[in-house]
């Protein structure tokens, strides 16, 4: 078993060492998921296919895509245009 220690100079055991690591995955993962979730609906993927990646029924991803959706349009990072074609693929085109 090595031996960390944090910035002050502690020993820490390991299993909190495992586990702030799995933490710090557990966000990336986290913070990648609206991008790849647009990314994957975009590019082709159906929303079921997506859906069953995440764990998630329709309804819940279409209730998750219309909040990051929103979120991303606000914070510029989907145009106009990819936020419509993107909710578009979630629910339909509108008409």
Known sequence: MSVD???NGTVVHPAVVRLAEGTAVLRRIVADRPGLVAEALLGGATPEQVAEALG???IELRAV????ATRARHDG???PQAYTDLLNVVFGPAG
């Open 5 to 7: 220690r944090a910035t």
């Open 56 to 58: 998630l029924d329709l």
């Open 65 to 68: 895509v219309s909040r990051w």
């Open 77 to 79: 990072q989907l145009t």
